[in-house]
């Protein structure tokens, strides 16, 4: 089974081509010009052992906002497509990640329906590498991209901050527990290959 696919999408606010491998190695290639953002694409892939191919630009000159989200977007619809029908896929997957002082939660199910709760308690003062181009990060826009990815991959996603000081913390351990709840959930589940995992008979 190939579990893969490949989304350009273009607006006048941003370029952005992705290619996924849900059956990758961890493998990322990013051309992404917010370096924090880039970090976590690069860890998301890592974790979940995702191959990720992202090429992104967009209007940074208005914010983060825009180029962010539609990350997002463009990434949901990439596990919408690479799923397909969702035959014999585990669909659910949950994972608590320490980093430090901070402790993530995330827990999603592949289910049909989109549904984000984001409770990440961060301090909504920007991440910044002062002199360095792309090197600070609009820290409120990390709610924005799981929207657009959840809302594009129709899956119900809860993601909790249960403790922590440092934002980078926050929100590197919840794309790390994030990514590795997907992972579990996209794994094809050997005692039920060949089954939609729903009452229902579908998942969409
Ligand atoms: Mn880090």
């Known amino acids: 089974m190939n579990r893969t696919a490949e989304i350009t999408r273009?607006?006048?606010?941003?370029?952005?081509t992705i290619k996924l491998n849900l059956d990758g190695s961890g493998e990322a290639a990013l051309d992404y010009p917010i370096g924090f953002m880039k970090h976590m694409l690069n860890t998301f892939a890592k974790h979940g052992l995702f191959d990720l191919?992202?090429?992104?630009?967009?209007?940074?000159?208005?914010d983060?906002?825009?180029l962010v989200e539609d990350t997002g977007i463009?990434?949901?619809q990439c596990f919408a497509k690479a799923l397909g029908d969702k035959r014999g896929i585990v669909r659910s997957g949950?994972?608590?990640y320490p980093m430090d002082e901070t402790l993530a939660r995330a827990a999603l199910d592949i289910s049909g329906?989109?549904?984000l709760v984001f409770e990440a308690q961060l301090s909504g003062v920007p991440l910044t590498a002062d002199?360095?181009?792309g090197g600070s990060f609009q820290t409120d826009t990390v709610e924005d991209f799981w929207q657009g990815f959840v809302s594009a991959a129709a899956l119900t996603l809860h993601l909790d901050i249960l403790r922590g000081r440092s934002d980078h913390h926050k929100i590197e351990a919840l794309f790390k527990a994030?990514?590795?709840?997907?992972?579990?959930a996209c794994e094809i589940d050997g005692r039920a290959a060949d089954i939609i995992p729903s009452t229902k008979g579908v998942l969409v």
């Open 53 to 62: 191919d992202i090429q992104a630009s967009g209007d940074l000159e208005v």
């Open 113 to 115: 329906r989109a549904f």
């Open 74 to 76: 463009v990434l949901g």
């Open 178 to 184: 994030a990514a590795r709840a997907l992972r579990q």
């Open 10 to 16: 273009s607006t006048k606010e941003t370029n952005i």
């Open 94 to 96: 949950s994972c608590l």
């Open 64 to 66: 983060q906002h825009h």
């Open 131 to 133: 002199g360095i181009p």
